[in-house]
């Protein structure tokens, strides 16, 4: 049997990119008796942090829903050179990690807090940083129960790209002084040859 709770990642069955169909799966669940987690993010570059967050995640309830930023908004908030990791492969992923039931795309074009409107989850969950406490005030009328969780680990994204940068940048800086001094060299010989 091959469905959101069956053995396998189930792709089909667990990304959803509609609100018709994943207002019908948190209806069934919600019938069900279970309890509905929201939580949303990029995952970009999927590490420990992101990991335990969404373990962290889960301990609030039965169903764990995973919002991922469309490509388009991560690049409208982190830069031109994210996402490192496209909307599709980032889904997947997060498809692997037992944690997560179900995980759905939000598209730059839908509203604020789409997300947590349609669904009206049981408990969201946020990283302290993510909301404003104004936010949080306007959010309580979707939410039963707001958690702010702390930063899952000392790493992010961010830094992991700034190490993968910081070998190569060194390499050039000692080849571009290198060249100075190579260059200087030269000068050097020049000059004190009587040119």
């Not at 994943?22 to 939580?39: E, H, N, R």
């Not at 490509?71 to 944690?99: A, F, T």
Request: charged letters at 30%.
């Amino acid at each position: 049997m091959h469905d959101i709770f069956g053995p396998g990642s189930n792709l089909k069955e667990r990304i959803v990119k509609d609100y018709d169909t994943l207002m019908g799966l948190v209806m069934a669940a919600k019938k069900l008796g279970l309890k509905i987690v929201l939580t949303s993010g990029t995952f970009d570059l999927f590490h420990v942090g992101h990991s335990r967050y969404l373990e962290a995640a889960k301990s609030y309830g039965d169903i764990l829903i995973v919002g991922v930023d469309d490509d388009i908004k991560v690049k409208n908030k982190k830069g031109k050179h994210r996402p490192v990791i496209g909307e599709e492969e980032r889904m997947e992923i997060l498809c692997h990690c037992r944690h997560v039931d179900l995980v759905f795309l939000k598209q730059v074009e839908n509203e604020k807090w789409k997300l947590v409107k349609t669904i009206k989850p049981d408990v969201l969950i946020a990283t302290k940083r993510v909301y404003q406490k104004d936010d949080l005030v306007s959010l309580e009328e979707y939410c039963c129960e707001i958690k702010l969780l702390e930063s899952q680990a000392t790493t992010s994204t961010t830094a992991k790209i700034r190490l993968v940068l910081i070998d190569p940048v060194e390499k050039i800086k000692q080849r571009l002084s290198e060249t100075v001094e190579e260059v200087n060299r030269f000068l050097d010989q020049l000059t004190g040859g009587g040119l």
